[in-house]
């Protein structure tokens, strides 16, 4: 290409060793093994120069921003969306279903005690049964039951010398789980299984005139004995409305004290009970 003079103003688009980035280049001049003295080469740009360099940068600029825009933002919504979806649409489903699940109840019924000991001379009595339960939906088949319930025997002796009576009161406080197997919370009718356990409380209470008639000390008085129960049961809910519904069940309750409640320490039969059901309202 020749020789560049010193000071010498040569076209950047005639010059390819120049890149078009550059407007200036300082070169040193050199003379055989001794470094002369500094010469400045300058490169004045053209007008196809500026136009070439105005093309770039505005491209350059275009890819910074798109480049930034990208690495900050990461994956496009709809991608990140759709990751997500699977697992939050089952927390969602799981949720709804425990909570269409959750509820509480009343039950009333009869408990057929049967093994008890019966005194000559002596009546007896018994009271129906009632449950009244709280429950948690675990998820679409699975509910905790937590309740209470009520049984009061009574027996009445009397003679010339006076008269007893011994109310045996039975209040079992049960944790059960209730299993839904062929149907959903949607379900208008479902039918179910259950079996729980938990802490019994006895509650042995004695009027007396005389004593001993129906054994014991003969004094009166009321003692609490603790004991143990367990039961499973069998049944079918029916639900009338969104909230409210009926429910008939069958099952079998064993009682065990650590003591005797009025002369007995296990209480166990079968149970028939019905009642009404109410899913909580979110």
Do not use: N
């Amino acid at each position: 290409m020749g020789q560049w003079d010193r000071g010498a103003s040569v076209p950047l688009s005639h010059c390819p060793t120049v890149p078009l980035s550059h407007w200036f280049l300082v070169i040193p001049l050199t003379s055989g093994y001794h470094l002369a003295t500094s010469a400045v080469l300058v490169a004045t740009p053209t007008v196809e120069d500026w136009t070439a360099m105005r093309t770039m940068s505005l491209y350059l600029l275009a890819t910074l921003v798109m480049s930034t825009g990208a690495l900050g933002q990461g994956p496009p919504v709809a991608a990140r969306s759709t990751e997500r979806e699977p697992g939050d649409s089952a927390s969602i489903a799981e949720r709804r279903a425990q909570r269409a699940r959750s509820g509480a109840g009343l039950r009333l019924g009869s408990w057929r005690v049967s093994g008890l000991a019966e005194r000559s001379g002596a009546s007896y009595s018994v009271s129906p049964s009632f449950d009244a339960y709280w429950q948690r939906g675990l998820d679409r088949h699975l509910v905790m039951e937590t309740g209470f319930g009520l049984w009061r025997r009574e027996e009445t002796a009397t003679s010339t010398s006076g008269s007893e009576t011994v109310g045996a009161y039975i209040v079992p406080l049960l944790t059960s789980v209730k299993l839904y197997p062929f149907t959903g919370p949607e379900h208008s009718t479902e039918p179910f299984l259950a079996v729980g356990a938990g802490f019994t409380l006895g509650v042995d209470d004695r009027q007396t005139v005389s004593g001993g008639l129906l054994g014991g000390s003969g004094g009166g008085g009321t003692t609490m004995i603790a004991g143990v129960g367990l039961r499973a049961a069998a049944g079918v809910e029916y639900r009338f409305s969104r909230a409210f519904g009926l429910q008939a069940a069958a099952s079998f309750q064993y009682v065990r004290f650590f003591e005797q409640l009025a002369g007995e320490r296990t209480f166990k039969g079968a149970q028939l009970a019905g009642g009404f059901t109410y899913r909580f309202q979110y």
